[in-house]
């Protein structure tokens, strides 16, 4: 069967010198440092995989640090640099490209030109940019321009603006705050209902939807209680969950995929794999158990390819 790749990231030498030029200390914002990675590395990956194409994405620390026209001019370097990757590899690798929020207008312009004029299949989000969350109507404008090119929309957390210091969950990012930062953006984007809003917009949840499988019970009743004391407009969050797609990079076994699947449907789950975050050795063995556990064998040509091309072809 033909593998997908919906989570992977080109940490170029590019990518690490946007950093600098940025100010962005990598270390601080992220927990640990960027990993090496180049297009050779990853198809060699990808082989040994046995994973047929990748959609990659930049991932983070999110290229913003409070000047509109660096990020944008950081977001247009890194999307050229990514575009030509593919050309190069044609038959291996897409993108999402990244863009430069919270400037919705240079977000706008710089999605315009990566889906229009270099190829990309979409653009990749962050969960907050400069602590504005997905969901925000400050983005309509850039959610209206995704949802005319129908564009495919991979999520990606951030840290929060606010996090404590002197706590474990707030140190390393990928132990809580990434989880919960992807949760959070997620449900603003329910309570707004961006999901139906804007039906034409393919999204891509990380990390086996993060804390959503346990809290859409909960988000389901309590917005139902405040909608009835006229404190949030009644919504339907079934339906807007229901729009989502949810890659299985991380730790998908032996609790996570079960959780997701006991609130999203089958159709709606895709292969991630993280590299190169997750080293290759970690993700080889995940994958092999993965493919040799028969309580999968029933799905996982959907999750691998049947979902994947749905998805990447807005079926």
């Given at each position: 069967?033909?593998?997908?790749?919906?989570?992977?990231?080109?940490?170029?030498?590019?990518?690490?010198?946007?950093?600098?030029?940025?100010?962005?200390?990598?270390?601080?914002?992220?927990?640990?440092?960027?990993?090496?990675?180049?297009?050779?590395?990853?198809?060699?990956?990808?082989?040994?995989?046995?994973?047929?194409?990748?959609?990659?994405?930049?991932?983070?620390?999110?290229?913003?640090?409070?000047?509109?026209?660096?990020?944008?001019?950081?977001?247009?370097?890194?999307?050229?640099?990514?575009?030509?990757?593919?050309?190069?590899?044609?038959?291996?690798?897409?993108?999402?490209?990244g863009i430069p929020l919270p400037d919705t207008e240079g977000a706008v312009k710089e999605a315009v030109y990566a889906i229009d004029h270099l190829g990309?299949?979409?653009?990749?989000?962050?969960?907050?940019?400069?602590?504005?969350?997905?969901?925000?109507?400050?983005?309509?404008?850039?959610?209206?321009?995704?949802?005319?090119?129908?564009?495919?929309?991979?999520?990606?957390?951030?840290?929060?603006?606010?996090?404590?210091?002197?706590?474990?969950?707030?140190?390393?990012?990928?132990?809580?705050?990434?989880?919960?930062?992807?949760?959070?953006?997620?449900?603003?984007?329910?309570?707004?209902?961006?999901?139906?809003?804007?039906?034409?917009?393919?999204?891509?949840?990380?990390?086996?939807?993060?804390?959503?499988?346990?809290?859409?019970?909960?988000?389901?009743?309590?917005?139902?209680?405040?909608?009835?004391?006229?404190?949030?407009?009644?919504?339907?969050?079934?339906?807007?969950?229901?729009?989502?797609?949810f890659d299985i990079a991380g730790d998908p076994e032996p609790v996570g995929l079960n959780m997701l699947r006991m609130t999203a449907d089958d159709s709606?789950?895709?292969?991630?794999?993280?590299?190169?975050?997750?080293?290759?050795?970690?993700?080889?063995?995940?994958?092999?158990?993965?493919?040799?556990?028969?309580?999968?064998?029933?799905?996982r040509s959907r999750i691998y390819t049947e979902n994947a091309e749905r998805l990447l072809n807005n079926r």
């Amino acid at each position: 069967m033909t593998v997908y790749d919906f989570h992977a990231h080109p940490v170029t030498d590019t990518f690490h010198k946007v950093m600098d030029d940025l100010d962005i200390d990598v270390i601080r914002d992220d927990g640990f440092p960027l990993p090496k990675w180049t297009a050779e590395d990853h198809l060699l990956f990808m082989n040994e995989a046995g994973i047929d194409r990748t959609i990659l994405s930049i991932p983070a620390p999110h290229i913003f640090n409070g000047d509109p026209e660096k990020a944008g001019k950081a977001a247009r370097v890194l999307n050229e640099e990514t575009a030509e990757i593919c050309r190069k590899y044609p038959d291996r690798f897409s993108f999402a490209a990244g863009i430069p929020l919270p400037d919705t207008e240079g977000a706008v312009k710089e999605a315009v030109y990566a889906i229009d004029h270099l190829g990309a299949v979409g653009v990749k989000v962050p969960t907050n940019a400069y602590g504005i969350y997905l969901g925000d109507k400050f983005f309509d404008p850039l959610m209206e321009v995704l949802n005319e090119r129908k564009a495919l929309v991979i999520i990606h957390p951030c840290r929060a603006a606010e996090r404590p210091e002197n706590c474990i969950t707030g140190t390393v990012a990928a132990i809580y705050e990434y989880p919960a930062d992807t949760t959070r953006a997620v449900l603003n984007m329910m309570s707004r209902q961006v999901l139906t809003r804007y039906p034409e917009i393919r999204w891509v949840v990380p990390h086996c939807g993060s804390f959503l499988p346990y809290m859409l019970q909960r988000f389901t009743g309590v917005s139902g209680i405040l909608a009835g004391m006229g404190m949030m407009e009644q919504i339907d969050a079934r339906a807007e969950f229901d729009k989502l797609y949810f890659d299985i990079a991380g730790d998908p076994e032996p609790v996570g995929l079960n959780m997701l699947r006991m609130t999203a449907d089958d159709s709606h789950i895709v292969f991630g794999s993280d590299y190169p975050h997750s080293p290759a050795k970690v993700i080889l063995a995940k994958k092999k158990h993965f493919d040799e556990n028969h309580a999968y064998d029933e799905i996982r040509s959907r999750i691998y390819t049947e979902n994947a091309e749905r998805l990447l072809n807005n079926r």
